[in-house]
């Protein structure tokens, strides 16, 4: 949502300055041709920052091995300060476990291993169902089904073993 719209506004900024340059070269009017270059190379540059910054804020947090899994775990310290911050806001929060809960994708984890946690173990996982659908590894919670897992005696401090 953050980048919706600024993305929204520059395409139709874009559509609006190239139907400039148009009428500009159709008619011959060279004031508008001169506006539609300079604003096409603001806009060119805009777009440039925009996907720069996205880059930064998605640059780390790839995900990293955990010894006799297949899958890739996620940790929310891994992001990008901008990005951590606002994930952890509970307003943020609460509408991205909404979005989550109401699609099929651990539902459909948990149809795919029933209760062969060694397959579940040994599967690729897409990076939503390794982060959002099952604990983190080192929690040590004890599996069950893919969406079901018993939490272990003594819980850790991380935030990520509590939720």
Known sequence: MLLQWPVII??????????AGF???FW????L???????????ILLFGVIVGFIYMVTL??????????AYLEYSLEEFSGFLRRRVERSYIWERIRSCLSTTSICPDLNQRFILAHQDF??????????GCCKPP?????????????ISPIALYVDMDCLL
Do not use: H
């Open 10 to 19: 520059l395409g139709i900024l874009i559509l609006l300055v190239g139907l």
């Open 23 to 25: 009428i500009g070269g």
């Open 28 to 31: 011959r009017i060279t004031w």
């Open 33 to 43: 041709l001169a506006v539609y270059l300079i604003a096409m190379l603001a806009l």
């Open 60 to 69: 780390r947090g790839s995900g990293r091995k955990q010894p006799s899994r």
């Open 121 to 130: 173990f040994n599967a690729y996982l897409s990076p939503i169902q390794s």
């Open 137 to 149: 590894t080192k929690c040590g919670y004890t599996f069950v089904n893919a969406t079901y897992w």
